[in-house]
């Protein structure tokens, strides 16, 4: 014979009760939170731009190489826009805020993470920019090829070397 607590009703219906109550929390914080960006697609430039149908109405995340040159910035109203490219494709970004990251700079040959909707006109409306920052092996390859420091004034020296 099973344990029964009071009330007649077994242990372990109310142990299974309580443990689908907590997945049922965690599954509600995930898709109502900033949690949920856990599962937004992240996609290469090219694939979006050669298989746009497969991505509509969806939050999505698009990876490509900013084009140099291509950035440009309204005051009224705020917006960035510039190129994201990938594989030979391209694909022109909207970002309607003022400020971007620091690190988001036209002239550094960067890739770019962002984050929002695929438009009807084959645009992307934005609602975040990430930009990635060269390793510090990858600037040191830069900095010897003549390329001046992200984060410093125009052909700044690299940073000391870190002992080892």
């Not at 109310?14 to 949690?35: C, E, F, H, P, R």
């Not at 190489?65 to 030979?88: A, I, M, N, Y």
């Not at 890739?111 to 920052?133: E, H, I, S, Y």
């Amino acid at each position: 014979m099973e344990p029964e607590t009071s009330g007649g009703i077994p242990a372990w219906a109310k142990i299974g009760v309580v443990l689908g109550l907590l997945v049922g929390g965690v599954v509600a914080l995930l898709l109502t939170s900033d949690a949920g960006d856990a599962f937004v697609y992240s996609k290469p430039v090219h694939e979006v731009v050669r298989a746009p149908e497969t991505f509509a109405g969806r939050e999505l995340r698009v990876e490509g190489d900013l084009r140099q040159g291509s950035v440009r910035f309204r005051e009224d109203p705020c917006e960035w826009r510039f190129v994201l490219e990938k594989e030979g494709e391209e694909m022109t970004v909207s970002f309607p805020q003022c400020v971007v990251p620091d690190t988001f700079r036209d002239d550094f040959g960067i890739t770019v993470t962002v984050q929002g909707q695929l438009q009807q006109d084959g645009t992307f409306l934005a609602n975040q920019v990430v930009p990635r920052c060269p390793s510090k092996y990858e600037m040191k390859e830069r900095l010897e090829a003549g390329e001046s420091m992200p984060h410093g004034p125009p052909g700044a020296p690299p940073p000391a070397p870190e002992p080892t």
